[in-house]
C-alpha cells in the first residue's frame, strides 16, 4: 500500500491548475456561481474551454489510442478532479458515458463519424433518459418509435437534461418495440436535435438555473443511429452505469466545499464571536473534514481498480451512496456555520463567500435524485452487493 | 497509487483467518467471559508458536520485522473470532514501545520472552480522569533514595491479573504543558503496594483497577527519558487507536456478513426480510460504514507503518470508524429483531466488544474535537 501520487502526476495536476486559472474568466472566485455555463451567454464559453482541452490533448486521455486517447485513466482523474474543483468545464458525459457505449456497442459508421468529433468536443449533448412520467423507473419510458423505411418516427419527451443549452445530439433511450414490455423492447440511439419536430423548453429549479424539457413530435431518426442491438438498449445503458466512473467530478466539489469551510472556520469571526466557536461547530466540522476523506480515499481506490482493471462495482456503488450524502451534509454543516448569514443569495451584500453555500446546499438536493436516486443506489448494493433477494 | 497489500501481508491475513477460525469458536470466546483469567496458557502458546508475538520485533530481537499496517491486519483477523487473551495489550501497545524507545539492556531482556510468549505485559493508561490526552497522567512518581515512588490509580488494565509486567505513565514533574513531565515505567505485577481489583466491563474481559500505593521502582525501570515520556504517550495512543479502528473493521464485517444471512432466510409477512426495502436499506448502509472505515483506518496505518507524522490521520480513523462501526452494529441488530439480543446469539459478542474499541484511546467526541484542533481551528 502506498497512497501518494507519483511527482509526475503532481507537476500534472499543477500545470493544469496553471492553464486553467489563466482560462477561466477574470473574478471567477465571485461569479462562480451566477455563471451559468449552460445558458445562452456563457454555453460558447465552455465549448470553446473544452475545444481547447481537446487541442491540449487532455479531453480524452482515457480513450484508446487508436481514437485519439493515452490509454490513461488516471491522468484523465487527475485533470477532472481539478478541473471540477475550481468549478471549470469538464468533457462530461459525452465523453465518458456516451463514448464508452459507442466504443463497446457502436457499429462502425457510428464510430467514424461521432468519436473524432467528440475527441475535438464538436457537438453539445443532451441526456435523453429520464421521462416527466418516469426517471428512476427508466424501464417504464413512453418516448416510443416506429418503424417507417429506414427510419424510426419518435414521439415522447425527455426532461432533466441540458437541452435548454442548445444542443446538437442527444442519446438516449427509446421504445422501438411495443409489443415488448418493460425493459425489452428498448433501443439506445443517437438523435439530431436539429431535426424537424423537437422543441424544448427551460424548467426552472430552485437554486436559479435551469434545465431542459424536451418534446419529440414525429421526429425522423435512421435506423443507423441504433447504438448497439435494437431491443437491447436497456443493458447498454445500464451496463455503462454500472461501469460509471469514480464521479470524481463530484469528489472535487465536495473537496472544494469543505476546504472553504476550513478557511472559513479559521479566518472568521462575526462582530468578535470565532465562527469555530459557535456551538456544535467544531465537531461537525472536523466530522465532514473526515467523511470527504473517506470519500477521496475511496474514489481513488475505484480509479485505481479501474486502471487496473479489476471489478470495481462494489466500491463504486458505495461511492454513489456516500457521495451525494457527504456534499450534501458539507453544506448543511456550512449554513450552520455561518448561521443567519447562510440564508444570503450570490450578488447579496454579506453573503459569506458570495453564496456558494447557499446556491450549493439548494443545488445539492439534486445529488441524491439525479443520476439513480440514493434509494436505488442501496436496493442495488443490496442486492447486488449483498446478494439480498428483490422484493 | 496503490491500494493493495503485499503477498506477504495477504498470506498471513489467510493463514491467520485459518488458524483461527479453527483454535477460537465462539463457544470458546463465551467460556473465556465467565473465566477469571480470560484466556488460556494453551491458546497463548499456540499463538506464540505461529510466530504472531515476535511478529512486529525487529529480526535482531528474535522478531519478523513486520511493520504496523501487516499488524493490523493481523488485529482484524483476531477482532473476527473475537480472540481473547492479552495480544494487543502486550505484543502491541507494550511490545511496540519497548522495540522503539526501550534500551539495549530492556530489549534484550523483554523482547524475545514476549517474542516466545514466556513473558506477557499490560499497558496502564487510563486513570479515574478518565481523560486520553496527557493531561490525564496525574499518577505521581516521585524520586526517592536513587529510585522512584509510585502513588495512585490505572482504571481498566486489561489482563492485569495473568501478566506479568505492566507498563504505565506517571507525573514526575507538573508544568504548564502536559506533555512535559511524564515518565514510564515498567513495573512487575508482584511488586509490593500494587493492589488489583477486577472490574466489569461490557466486553466481558478481565480488566482491573490497579492501585499503587508506595510502589517502589528502581531508574532501570524508566522507559525512554525521565520527564520525557510524552512522546511514548503519544505514540502508544496512536497505536491504541488505530489497533482499536483494525479491530472495529475486522468486526464490523463478521456483523455485516453475519446480518445479511439471517436476513435472507428469516421469513416474515410470507416472504425473506431481506426482500424489504427497509431492511435492504440498513443492509446498504452497513455496508458504507464498513468500506470508509476500512479506507480510513488503512490510511492512517500506512502513515504509522511508513513512519510519517500521523495525528491528523490517527484521529480522523478513530473519530470515525468507532462512530462507524457503532451504526453498523446498531443496525445489525435492528435487522436481527429480539434474536439478536440474547446471549444464545453471536451478535452481542461483537456489538459488546465494539463499543469497548470505539471508546478506549479516544470516543468520537474526542478526536473530532482533537482534529479540529491539529488543523489549526
Same mark, same amino acid.
Given at each position: 500500500?502506498?497512497?501518494?501520487?507519483?511527482?509526475?502526476?503532481?507537476?500534472?495536476?499543477?500545470?493544469?491548475?496553471?492553464?486553467?486559472?489563466?482560462?477561466?474568466?477574470?473574478?471567477?472566485?465571485?461569479?462562480?456561481?451566477?455563471?451559468?455555463?449552460?445558458?445562452?451567454?456563457?454555453?460558447?464559453?465552455?465549448?470553446?474551454?473544452?475545444?481547447?482541452?481537446?487541442?491540449?490533448?487532455?479531453?480524452?486521455?482515457?480513450?484508446?489510442?487508436?481514437?485519439?486517447?493515452?490509454?490513461?485513466?488516471?491522468?484523465?482523474?487527475?485533470?477532472?478532479?481539478?478541473?471540477?474543483?475550481?468549478?471549470?468545464?469538464?468533457?462530461?458525459?459525452?465523453?465518458?458515458?456516451?463514448?464508452?457505449?459507442?466504443?463497446?456497442?457502436? !457499429?462502425?459508421? @457510428?464510430?467514424?463519424?461521432?468519436? =473524432? $468529433?467528440?475527441?475535438?468536443? /464538436?457537438?453539445?449533448?443532451?441526456? %435523453?433518459?429520464?421521462?416527466?412520467?418516469?426517471?428512476?423507473?427508466?424501464?417504464?419510458?413512453?418516448?416510443?418509435?416506429?418503424?417507417?423505411?429506414?427510419?424510426?418516427?419518435?414521439?415522447?419527451?425527455?426532461?432533466?437534461?441540458?437541452?435548454?443549452?442548445?444542443?446538437?445530439?442527444?442519446?438516449?433511450?427509446?421504445?422501438?418495440?411495443?409489443?415488448?414490455?418493460?425493459?425489452?423492447?428498448? !433501443?439506445?440511439? @443517437?438523435?439530431?436535435?436539429?431535426? =424537424? $419536430?423537437?422543441?424544448?423548453? /427551460?424548467?426552472?429549479?430552485?437554486? %436559479?438555473?435551469?434545465?431542459?424539457?424536451?418534446?419529440?413530435?414525429?421526429?425522423?431518426?435512421?435506423?443507423?443511429?441504433?447504438?448497439?442491438?435494437?431491443?437491447?438498449?436497456?443493458?447498454?445503458?445500464?451496463?455503462?452505469?454500472?461501469?460509471?466512473?469514480?464521479?470524481?467530478?463530484?469528489?472535487?466539489?465536495?473537496?472544494?466545499?469543505?476546504?472553504?469551510?476550513?478557511?472559513?472556520?479559521?479566518?472568521?469571526?462575526?462582530?468578535?464571536?470565532?465562527?469555530?466557536?459557535?456551538?456544535?461547530?467544531?465537531?461537525?466540522?472536523?466530522?465532514?473534514?473526515?467523511?470527504?476523506?473517506?470519500?477521496?480515499?475511496?474514489?481513488?481506490?475505484?480509479?485505481?481498480?479501474?486502471?487496473?482493471?479489476?471489478?470495481?462495482?462494489?466500491?463504486?456503488?458505495?461511492?454513489?451512496?456516500?457521495?451525494?450524502?457527504?456534499?450534501?451534509?458539507?453544506?448543511?454543516?456550512?449554513?450552520?456555520?455561518?448561521?443567519?448569514?447562510?440564508?444570503?443569495?450570490?450578488?447579496?451584500?454579506?453573503?459569506?463567500?458570495?453564496?456558494?453555500?447557499?446556491?450549493?446546499?439548494?443545488?445539492?438536493?439534486?445529488?441524491?435524485?439525479?443520476?439513480?436516486?440514493?434509494?436505488?443506489?442501496?436496493?442495488?448494493?443490496?442486492?447486488?452487493?449483498?446478494?439480498?433477494?428483490?422484493? | 497509487?496503490?491500494?493493495?497489500?503485499?503477498?506477504?501481508?495477504?498470506?498471513?491475513?489467510?493463514?491467520?483467518?485459518?488458524?483461527?477460525?479453527?483454535?477460537?469458536?465462539?463457544?470458546?470466546?463465551?467460556?473465556?467471559?465467565?473465566?477469571?483469567?480470560?484466556?488460556?496458557?494453551?491458546?497463548?502458546?499456540?499463538?506464540?508458536?505461529?510466530?504472531?508475538?515476535?511478529?512486529?520485533?525487529?529480526?535482531?530481537?528474535?522478531?519478523?520485522?513486520?511493520?504496523?499496517?501487516?499488524?493490523?491486519?493481523?488485529?482484524?483477523?483476531?477482532?473476527?473470532?473475537?480472540?481473547?487473551?492479552?495480544?494487543?495489550?502486550?505484543?502491541?501497545?507494550?511490545?511496540?514501545?519497548?522495540?522503539?524507545?526501550?534500551?539495549?539492556?530492556?530489549?534484550?531482556?523483554?523482547?524475545?520472552?514476549?517474542?516466545?510468549?514466556?513473558?506477557?505485559?499490560?499497558?496502564?493508561?487510563?486513570?479515574?480522569?478518565?481523560?486520553?490526552?496527557?493531561?490525564?497522567?496525574?499518577?505521581?512518581?516521585?524520586?526517592?533514595?536513587?529510585?522512584?515512588?509510585?502513588?495512585?490509580?490505572?482504571?481498566?488494565?486489561?489482563?492485569?491479573?495473568?501478566?506479568?509486567?505492566?507498563?504505565?505513565?506517571?507525573?514526575?514533574?507538573?508544568?504548564?504543558?502536559?506533555?512535559?513531565?511524564?515518565?514510564?515505567?515498567?513495573?512487575?505485577?508482584?511488586?509490593?503496594?500494587?493492589?488489583?481489583?477486577?472490574?466489569?466491563?461490557?466486553?466481558?474481559?478481565?480488566?482491573?483497577?490497579?492501585?499503587?500505593?508506595?510502589?517502589?521502582?528502581?531508574?532501570?525501570?524508566?522507559?525512554?527519558?525521565?520527564?520525557?515520556?510524552?512522546?511514548?504517550?503519544?505514540?502508544?495512543?496512536?497505536?491504541?487507536?488505530?489497533?482499536?479502528?483494525?479491530?472495529?473493521?475486522?468486526?464490523?464485517?463478521?456483523?455485516?456478513?453475519?446480518?445479511?444471512?439471517?436476513?435472507?432466510?428469516?421469513?416474515?409477512?410470507?416472504?425473506?426480510?431481506?426482500?424489504?426495502?427497509?431492511?435492504?436499506?440498513?443492509?446498504?448502509?452497513?455496508?458504507?460504514?464498513?468500506?470508509?472505515?476500512?479506507?480510513?483506518?488503512?490510511?492512517?496505518?500506512?502513515?504509522?507503518?511508513?513512519?510519517?507524522?500521523?495525528?491528523?490521520?490517527?484521529?480522523?480513523?478513530?473519530?470515525?470508524?468507532?462512530?462507524?462501526?457503532?451504526?453498523?452494529?446498531?443496525?445489525?441488530?435492528?435487522?436481527?429483531?429480539?434474536?439478536?439480543?440474547?446471549?444464545?446469539?453471536?451478535?452481542?459478542?461483537?456489538?459488546?466488544?465494539?463499543?469497548?474499541?470505539?471508546?478506549?484511546?479516544?470516543?468520537?467526541?474526542?478526536?473530532?474535537?482533537?482534529?479540529?484542533?491539529?488543523?489549526?481551528?
Amino acid at each position: 500500500m502506498d497512497l501518494r501520487l507519483t511527482p509526475e502526476d503532481q507537476a500534472f495536476r499543477q500545470e493544469v491548475r496553471e492553464w486553467m486559472k489563466a482560462e477561466l474568466p477574470p473574478d471567477w472566485d465571485s461569479k462562480e456561481r451566477l455563471i451559468d455555463f449552460e445558458e445562452p451567454e456563457w454555453v460558447g464559453f465552455a465549448q470553446d474551454f473544452r475545444k481547447k482541452l481537446a487541442d491540449k490533448g487532455w479531453l480524452v486521455m482515457h480513450w484508446p489510442k487508436e481514437w485519439g486517447g493515452q490509454d490513461d485513466p488516471l491522468k484523465n482523474m487527475i485533470l477532472t478532479e481539478e478541473l471540477s474543483y475550481w468549478g471549470a468545464p469538464t468533457g462530461g458525459q459525452p465523453v465518458n458515458q456516451l463514448s464508452a457505449m459507442l466504443l463497446a456497442h457502436g !457499429s462502425d459508421e @457510428l464510430k467514424q463519424y461521432f468519436l =473524432p $468529433g467528440l475527441a475535438q468536443s /464538436k457537438w453539445k449533448w443532451v441526456e %435523453g433518459y429520464s421521462e416527466p412520467g418516469g426517471g428512476s423507473d427508466l424501464a417504464n419510458i413512453q418516448t416510443h418509435a416506429v418503424k417507417d423505411g429506414d427510419d424510426y418516427i419518435i414521439s415522447g419527451s425527455k426532461i432533466w437534461n441540458a437541452a435548454h443549452a442548445d444542443g446538437d445530439w442527444m442519446f438516449g433511450l427509446v421504445r422501438t418495440d411495443m409489443d415488448q414490455p418493460k425493459h425489452r423492447g428498448i !433501443s439506445f440511439m @443517437l438523435i439530431n436535435m436539429r431535426s =424537424p $419536430g423537437i422543441t424544448w423548453e /427551460k424548467v426552472p429549479m430552485m437554486w %436559479g438555473k435551469a434545465r431542459g424539457l424536451v418534446t419529440l413530435d414525429e421526429v425522423r431518426v435512421p435506423q443507423t443511429n441504433v447504438v448497439g442491438e435494437s431491443e437491447r438498449g436497456f443493458y447498454v445503458v445500464m451496463a455503462s452505469l454500472d461501469a460509471q466512473r469514480a464521479s470524481l467530478d463530484r469528489l472535487a466539489n465536495t473537496l472544494r466545499i469543505v476546504d472553504l469551510l476550513v478557511e472559513f472556520a479559521r479566518e472568521t469571526t462575526f462582530e468578535g464571536q470565532k465562527v469555530i466557536d459557535r456551538p456544535g461547530i467544531r465537531n461537525q466540522l472536523a466530522e465532514i473534514m473526515t467523511a470527504v476523506e473517506c470519500l477521496r480515499l475511496m474514489s481513488y481506490k475505484v480509479a485505481w481498480l479501474q486502471s487496473n482493471d479489476q471489478p470495481c462495482t462494489r466500491e463504486a456503488s458505495i461511492v454513489k451512496i456516500f457521495g451525494p450524502d457527504t456534499i450534501q451534509r458539507a453544506h448543511r454543516v456550512g449554513m450552520q456555520m455561518m448561521g443567519a448569514y447562510g440564508l444570503l443569495e450570490p450578488g447579496s451584500k454579506w453573503a459569506p463567500l458570495y453564496g456558494k453555500v447557499e446556491n450549493g446546499y439548494l443545488e445539492n438536493f439534486a445529488r441524491t435524485i439525479g443520476s439513480g436516486t440514493s434509494e436505488i443506489n442501496r436496493n442495488v448494493v443490496a442486492t447486488r452487493g449483498l446478494g439480498l433477494p428483490r422484493g | 497509487m496503490e491500494f493493495g497489500f503485499t503477498e506477504t501481508q495477504l498470506m498471513l491475513k489467510a493463514s491467520a483467518r485459518e488458524f483461527l477460525e479453527g483454535e477460537c469458536p465462539r463457544s470458546f470466546v463465551r467460556a473465556m467471559e465467565q473465566d477469571e483469567k480470560g484466556f488460556t496458557p494453551d491458546l497463548w502458546e499456540k499463538i506464540a508458536r505461529v510466530g504472531w508475538l515476535r511478529l512486529p520485533f525487529p529480526q535482531e530481537y528474535g522478531g519478523d520485522g513486520q511493520d504496523f499496517l501487516t499488524l493490523c491486519l493481523l488485529l482484524e483477523e483476531m477482532a473476527r473470532v473475537c480472540l481473547p487473551g492479552p495480544y494487543f495489550s502486550s505484543t502491541v501497545l507494550c511490545g511496540l514501545p519497548l522495540a522503539e524507545f526501550g534500551s539495549e539492556a530492556q530489549k534484550r531482556e523483554f523482547l524475545a520472552p514476549l517474542g516466545d510468549g514466556r513473558r506477557t505485559m499490560s499497558l496502564a493508561m487510563l486513570e479515574p480522569n478518565v481523560r486520553y490526552d496527557t493531561s490525564g497522567v496525574q499518577l505521581e512518581a516521585t524520586a526517592r533514595n536513587g529510585g522512584f515512588v509510585l502513588n495512585g490509580i490505572k482504571l481498566l488494565v486489561p489482563y492485569a491479573n495473568s501478566v506479568d509486567y505492566l507498563l504505565l505513565p506517571t507525573r514526575t514533574k507538573k508544568t504548564a504543558d502536559p506533555d512535559e513531565g511524564i515518565t514510564f515505567f515498567i513495573v512487575p505485577t508482584t511488586a509490593p503496594g500494587l493492589t488489583l481489583t477486577p472490574l466489569g466491563t461490557i466486553a466481558h474481559d478481565p480488566e482491573s483497577e490497579v492501585a499503587f500505593e508506595n510502589v517502589e521502582v528502581s531508574r532501570d525501570a524508566v522507559l525512554g527519558e525521565v520527564d520525557a515520556g510524552g512522546v511514548i504517550f503519544n505514540k502508544i495512543s496512536q497505536w491504541g487507536a488505530i489497533g482499536s479502528c483494525a479491530m472495529l473493521v475486522g468486526a464490523a464485517d463478521v456483523v455485516l456478513d453475519m446480518t445479511t444471512d439471517y436476513v435472507k432466510q428469516r421469513v416474515a409477512f410470507g416472504r425473506p426480510i431481506g426482500s424489504f426495502q427497509a431492511i435492504q436499506h440498513h443492509c446498504a448502509n452497513m455496508a458504507v460504514d464498513a468500506e470508509t472505515s476500512k479506507a480510513i483506518t488503512y490510511q492512517a496505518a500506512w502513515y504509522l507503518a511508513d513512519g510519517m507524522p500521523a495525528d491528523q490521520q490517527v484521529s480522523m480513523a478513530k473519530g470515525w470508524t468507532g462512530d462507524a462501526i457503532r451504526r453498523l452494529y446498531s443496525l445489525g441488530h435492528q435487522c436481527h429483531g429480539a434474536i439478536g439480543l440474547t446471549t444464545e446469539y453471536d451478535l452481542q459478542l461483537y456489538s459488546r466488544r465494539c463499543k469497548m474499541w470505539e471508546t478506549t484511546f479516544g470516543d468520537t467526541n474526542y478526536h473530532q474535537d482533537r482534529l479540529s484542533r491539529l488543523a489549526g481551528l
